[in-house]
């Protein structure tokens, strides 16, 4: 047993949202634990009927506020709202795939009580893609971009 | 006309809030944090959105986030459950400000009921009881001693500085009056470096006995009965009936009127309850007024056999109430289960529910969120279930909810299971001979192994 | 006096019987077969004893086993249930040979009622309607028109040799009688070998009513009201209901006073339920008497608000029935969840249950011996949970149902879920408007997937 | 990936008893599926209290007609019934530990019903181990005796 062995089974109980894996192997054993896990017989979240077209799928705890160096971030919705990708109706969109964009630029707006609240981005990359359709509502921790950092 | 409504709180409330929306063919939109995404009033709703992250400041109490929720899902209306924002009057009002129908309380209701001193005021000028005292501090034992006479022994001086019950003393008639004035003013100097103190009127063996009205903000106003909930530990209610064991129908009427004379004269709107201390000689004086729907109403449901959250939502629509005598049916119980140990103090205990079968059966009723397989989040409060019954007398109900709980079974974490049981098995609560402090004495044994 | 009970039986009903027991002081005995080792009625029963391996012949249906299990276990008084050994008089006549009281019918009741053709002279002999028919075969067609006159049309004119619908005609008045009875003769002498009809009255659109009644074995019998029951898969109850949705308050009196005169006439003790047809011209008559207490039982407990096995355990503790009027309040539904697919022609579905959540709340009763992690054993019936709800109408009763529908989430297994759904939602079950042939044309709409 | 990393996978959701298991990565995406998981949630056996003595607590299907060849082989009881070593009370018991039986020697009377059953060995063998007292109930399958059978 390395410690990629090690590293890849913490990622497995990370990205499968169970509570607990357990290895016993060649006199060895590994007990990998969450705190929050997501139960093994709740409800199939798929079942989960939200309003939001593109549900936040994403198990990483990543937000914007995010700024580690993966390659291929997910940016997440801040708050709940609609989503525009442009200023107005018709202006150009704030950003296209393949665009670079540091902190500090305008990713896009989340109307939201009548407010348009523009989102900035935090890290620096080149959109790699766009998840979500202009004028579309969106809800908190909703997967908005990927971005490339580098 | 309300067609949608999002429910803009958790657990076992959203999903019984959720339970009458359906019934009357309303549309829901749930709101979660992300701790709760696998909760099943986000799997039961028509519809549901994410709001925030686990902490409630950035989620559940969140106005903002919670009206965009709304907004983008077109719901015309939001339930605020209890907790949370169900008595913030900006919340009520941010609503109405965009035309979304609040299920509650006035902006003014709330406002003037948070508020303990305005509250008092208002039902004394309703022709309310309240806790006779003298109006601010009293100079001397001789002006003390006028103001005890006329409101009647036994009185407690208490010091206008004080708390933890220095400087606080009882006199039970005119004979002692000056003795305890002076011991209690010269411990209130020594001890808060201010001599002054106040006459109260005082409340023995004071039960927690509250009234259920409804009103349609016209001043139209119908009450429910009471429900007993003496049954506190440090001001948390952990079981509370209806009818009570020691108000009779004349009291009843009596307190029922009083209720309803307060809540009319702020055109109460909603349901709302009354809240009274009641002494040992059957005086009740008004203690504050809970501007929403409460832990505790399935008791009141289960004796007058009707739905508190439907008439709240109707009321929301504007429908009149008509004012009409509800009788009490029976004899309804409602324990709470905590994810706590009672064998320790109560501390809570969040975690995996790994076995999970609620009671069942005739005249029971169970209220939860929770299932085998659900992880209790530790970001919110710790109560799983409530588990209600119904039978012909409070005798037959306490058989009953002992019957209940013992075939209710939760294995993962502690929960109260075991306190209630204790409790619904002593002698005091058999008699209902206790008041609002009786957990300070009541003793628990330790658990069977 | 009893004190202590055992339960010949497994599943939800043992659990439902047992829960009467605890709440009114009684001690238990559950029974198991090896294969119910983990089942809840053995965890809640205070005693409980394996009785055999998991064929019901050589376990729940040994009155040895079962009787010798009481005696080292000191029951002195066993409750059979329903199915198993409930109706079986040999073994109601052994338990008072061993000085263990049977809870339910007399020997005699069993032995009377469970004889179709005693049951129903004895009926007719007490003035309780039965089928009217020729006695025996007729002859000629104007013997046969005598008897259909004196009925009174439609008549069916049947093959005493008959069976599938041939040598079977209707006859709706006199001028057709002799063409239809000869064609039917002519049938059943081509099909069968013989010539010979009957005549009896036709019963059309036909639903099953049935009446619950309670004796004491003195004569003395109350009834509970009726319960709609005409919803069935053959022969196979699926939803109940009570009241029924085209019995007034005065067919009520008159089928509850027939089914009185009945049980009365034979002395009945216990519970018992007497089943009629009812036409579409609202003439009743008489099928049989079930001498135990019925899966459906819960529909009537809750418009009476009333414990039906406390009665049975009150009667066999030698308590008198007072004659007495037992209203109906608001309208019940029951409907029966069983591991089965019903879309695939209802094939059981036994296995795993993995994910098990009840539906709860105001007006919602389940009675279930289910739980997430329980294995559903393959040797008994498919039924895991009976769901019941209450409201103050039948429409908000069907409405409460649907909602309680889709919150009980049972995976792992096929259930008769979706087929309620679809039922209750449509619009034949929400007019009232079906009899007991309902469900052969009734088409199931495709799952979602 | 290759094929040994899928194994590995397949192990760790077989030992989890998780019911699905997704990994994304690299472009990748692994769904692994079991039909039937035992989930953790089943109620605990030992949680049954049964009234009798020494309940039968074996996994194993045998009983006294079982007649597989292993020492130290457990007879149970066939009926429910009060248990008696020896035909009165003033009689010496059946059988002793040491003792040697053959098929047809009775080895005890059950109870039950005011009937005298007695119960018959089908095995030949030695009495290790006499497992119930002498005037106990007895249930169903309860555990009586152990002969090691040769």
């Given at each position: 047993m390395n410690l990629d062995r090690l590293r890849e089974i913490i990622v497995l109980v990370e990205e499968s949202g169970v509570s607990e894996i357990e290895i016993e192997e060649d006199g060895l054993r590994i007990v990998v634990r969450k705190d929050s896990p997501r139960p093994a017989t709740a409800?199939?979240?798929q079942i989960v009927a939200p309003v939001i077209a593109s549900p936040a799928t994403s198990d990483e705890e990543s937000t914007v506020s995010d700024t580690t160096e993966d390659p291929g971030q997910k940016i997440h919705a801040p708050i709940v709202g609609t989503y525009f990708s442009a200023p107005s109706p018709d202006s150009d969109p704030f950003i296209t795939v393949g665009q670079r964009v540091k902190p500090g630029d305008v990713l896009c707006i989340i109307e939201a009580m009548k407010l348009m609240n523009e989102i900035e981005s935090e890290v620096s990359g080149v959109v790699l893609e766009i998840l979500v359709e202009n004028g579309v509502p969106v809800e908190f921790d909703q997967p908005l971009f990927v971005i490339e950092t580098t | 006309m309300i067609k949608k409504v999002l429910i803009a709180n958790r657990g076992e409330i959203a999903l019984r809030i959720m339970r009458t929306c359906h019934e009357m063919g309303l549309k829901t939109v749930a709101v979660f944090s992300t701790a709760d995404r696998d909760s099943l009033h986000v799997r039961f709703s028509d519809e549901a959105v994410c709001i925030g992250p686990p902490e409630s400041r950035d989620s559940y109490l969140r106005p903002d986030r919670i009206i965009a929720a709304a907004e983008v899902t077109g719901a015309d209306a939001i339930h605020p459950g209890y907790g949370f924002l169900s008595e913030n009057a900006a919340f009520s009002e941010i609503c109405a400000d965009h035309k979304i129908k609040f299920i509650g309380a006035s902006p003014e209701n709330i406002r003037l009921m948070g508020n303990k001193s305005f509250a008092k005021k208002t039902m004394l000028a309703a022709g309310v009881p309240v806790v006779p005292g003298s109006d601010g501090e009293v100079a001397t034992p001789e002006e003390g001693l006028k103001v005890a006479e006329e409101m009647g022994f036994p009185v407690m001086i208490k010091a206008s500085a004080g708390g933890g019950g220095?400087?606080?003393?009882?006199?039970?008639?005119?004979?002692?009056?000056?003795?305890?004035?002076?011991?209690?003013?010269?411990?209130?100097?020594?001890?808060?470096?201010?001599?002054?103190?106040?006459?109260?009127?005082?409340?023995?063996?004071?039960?927690?006995?509250?009234?259920?009205?409804?009103?349609?903000?016209?001043g139209s106003c119908i009450h429910f009965g009471e429900r007993e909930c003496s049954i506190q530990r440090r001001h948390q209610k952990?079981?509370?009936?209806?009818?009570?064991?020691?108000?009779?129908?004349?009291?009843?009427?009596?307190?029922?009127?009083?209720?309803?004379?307060?809540?009319?004269?702020?055109?109460?709107?909603?349901?709302?309850?009354?809240?009274?201390?009641?002494?040992?000689?059957?005086?009740?004086?008004?203690?504050?007024?809970?501007?929403?729907?409460?832990?505790?109403?399935?008791?009141?449901?289960?004796?007058?056999?009707?739905?508190?959250?439907?008439?709240?939502?109707?009321?929301?629509?504007?429908?009149?109430?008509?004012?009409?005598?509800i009788p009490l049916l029976g004899h309804a119980i409602e324990c709470r289960i905590n994810a706590e140990n009672p064998f320790n103090n109560f501390s809570p205990s969040p975690g995996l529910i790994q076995t999970f079968?609620?009671?069942?059966?005739?005249?029971?009723?169970?209220?939860?969120?929770?299932?085998?397989?659900?992880?209790?989040?530790?970001?919110?409060?710790?109560?799983i279930a409530k588990l209600i019954v119904r039978a012909r007398t409070r005798d037959l109900a306490i058989r009953k909810m002992l019957r209940a709980l013992d075939e209710f079974v939760i294995e993962g974490v502690h929960t109260t299971i075991p306190f209630h049981q204790q409790l619904l098995s002593s002698d005091a609560f058999q008699k209902g001979d206790f008041d609002t402090r009786f957990l300070e004495t009541f003793v628990l044994k330790p658990p069977n192994l």
């Open positions: 409800p199939e979240p | 220095r400087g606080m003393r009882l006199a039970t008639g005119s004979d002692e009056f000056e003795r305890q004035f002076k011991t209690a003013s010269a411990e209130a100097g020594s001890a808060f470096g201010n001599e002054g103190v106040y006459i109260e009127k005082f409340v023995s063996g004071p039960r927690h006995i509250e009234i259920q009205v409804l009103g349609d903000g016209t952990l079981v509370e009936e209806s009818p009570s064991p020691v108000v009779d129908a004349n009291l009843r009427a009596r307190m029922g009127e009083s209720a309803i004379l307060g809540a009319s004269s702020v055109n109460y709107e909603g349901a709302g309850t009354v809240e009274f201390l009641l002494d040992d000689q059957g005086n009740y004086y008004f203690m504050e007024m809970n501007t929403r729907i409460q832990v505790e109403h399935p008791v009141t449901e289960e004796v007058t056999d009707c739905d508190l959250v439907e008439y709240q939502i109707r009321v929301a629509m504007g429908e009149k109430v008509r004012k009409r005598d079968h609620p009671s069942g059966g005739h005249g029971v009723r169970v209220d939860t969120h929770a299932y085998a397989g659900y992880q209790i989040p530790p970001y919110y409060d710790s109560m």
